[in-house]
């Protein structure tokens, strides 16, 4: 069984940013998948970024040049850093991963981006 607990979540001003974390705990985290996906009320859960265990990785097209996801092999953690953002962004943000067998969501942190 894996935990994952989302932390760095709250309300900001436009263009401001926000560093949200995701730590792991239960298995092998050097070898997952880690993503992060987002759901705003009445929508669906989407794919904001995602790193393999190598390092690379991927962005939906609405967050690419302002969010970027980063991990700490040595701390279980994955990091989703935004910046510039936007009232669009608004939503509850879900840590996300996947072993190929195995996935597992954290229970999410709401992030706000109002004036």
């Known amino acids: 069984q894996v935990q994952l607990v989302e932390s760095g979540g709250g309300l900001v001003q436009p263009g401001g940013s926000l560093r949200l974390s995701c730590a792991a705990a239960?298995?092998?985290?050097?070898?997952?998948?880690m993503g992060w996906y987002r759901q705003a009320p009445g929508l669906q859960r989407d794919l904001v970024a995602s790193i393999t265990g190598g390092g690379l990785t991927k962005y939906a097209d609405s967050v690419k040049g302002r969010f970027t996801i980063s991990r700490d092999n040595a701390k279980n953690t994955v990091y989703l850093q935004m910046n510039n953002l936007k009232p669009e962004d608004t939503a509850v943000y879900y840590c996300n991963g996947n072993w190929g067998v195995m996935a597992y969501w954290g229970k999410g942190t709401l992030v706000t981006v109002s004036s």
């Open positions: 239960g298995s092998s985290f050097s070898t997952a998948l």
